[in-house]
């Protein structure tokens, strides 16, 4: 039997290539090697260190994701929507698909604001001595409050005074939050006020009237007197979201305030919430605060 007929023989093959009968190049594996050798270095160089996966970042989300998430539409149609030109993110119109933002910004769907966020709602009923406000390095602030009631990136709704108490809305929903800011409708709030003195039956007067400060008219909804107690002790409903319009009514007239509470937001009560706790809205609670 010649070397080149058997596969029995000793020794590993050499890899070299030999003619057969015919004179054809074969390979002593007996597989045909079209005139070309991997013996000598030839053989395909495989790559060791292939690219690695380029990884995510956990802060960002796809556009499309974001947008259906927000519960707009599903993702299939987002991408739609995206294609066509309806959606910016940050001022900017994107069409490409896959793009990635991340939760701070500001995306819109057809002009109006979206969020891919659970909506939340919480009611807290403010002790004194907290910052109403959603920066660090101010002391003990609201969210400091209201840290464990959601995950969601709630914010509140207008402000009370570090010293003042009551009644603060926090939410991530847009919408409710317009329409604390409506100019003509808005939310009404109920405060209950304590002066530095008694106020003058003809200065509530004036305040229920509305007057003009430096050309500006300022006016209220309803003040009144409180039943059973001081005329020092006042309720005051006003649509503004901030406190800072109460101090200035009240100094315009002299007065001092001693104490401010907000005991309402609409129709929303202190009741079963104790002084520094939080609850959320139920749904009823939302829809007869959304019917405002």
Same mark, same amino acid.
């Given at each position: 039997?010649?070397? =080149? ?22 390979? /002593? ?16 160089? /495989? ?15 796809? #556009? ?10 599903? /993702? ?56 109403? =406000? ?54 009404? /709030? ?26 500006? #008219? ?62 959320? #809205? ?11």
């Amino acid at each position: 039997m010649s070397r =080149t007929q058997g596969t029995s023989g000793k020794g590993k093959p050499s890899g070299r290539s030999q003619q057969n009968g015919n004179g054809k190049n074969v390979n /002593r594996g007996g597989s045909a090697s079209k005139g070309k050798s991997f013996a000598r270095g030839n053989a395909p160089i /495989r790559n060791v260190n292939p690219p690695s996966k380029r990884t995510s970042n956990p802060d960002e989300i796809r #556009l499309n994701k974001y947008v259906a998430n927000s519960g707009m539409c599903s /993702r299939r149609e987002a991408d739609v929507h995206i294609a066509t030109g309806l959606v910016t993110v940050n001022g900017k119109v994107i069409t490409e698909m896959g793009y990635k933002v991340k939760l701070e910004d500001e995306v819109r769907y057809d002009g109006a604001r979206i969020n891919p966020e659970k909506k939340a709602y919480v009611l807290l009923n403010k002790p004194k001595g907290f910052a109403t =406000t959603t920066s660090e390095g101010k002391g003990r602030t609201v969210m400091d409050l209201v840290a464990n009631a959601t995950t969601s990136r709630i914010k509140p709704i207008g402000r009370l005074g570090r010293n003042s108490k009551g009644l603060l809305l926090f939410t991530n929903d847009d919408v409710i939050a317009a329409k604390f800011t409506n100019s003509k409708n808005g939310v009404p /709030r109920l405060f209950q006020i304590e002066l530095d003195k008694n106020l003058k039956l003809e200065d509530l007067k004036a305040i229920q009237a509305g007057f003009k400060l430096e050309g500006k #008219l300022i006016a209220v909804e309803e003040i009144s007197y409180i039943d059973g107690e001081a005329k020092n002790q006042i309720g005051l409903k006003i649509k503004n979201i901030g406190n800072t319009l109460i101090r200035t009514i009240f100094d315009h007239f002299k007065y001092e305030i001693v104490s401010l509470d907000c005991v309402a937001i609409g129709p929303l009560t202190k009741k079963d919430i104790p002084r520094g706790h939080w609850k959320h #809205l139920t749904e009823q609670e939302l829809n007869n605060l959304k019917m405002l």
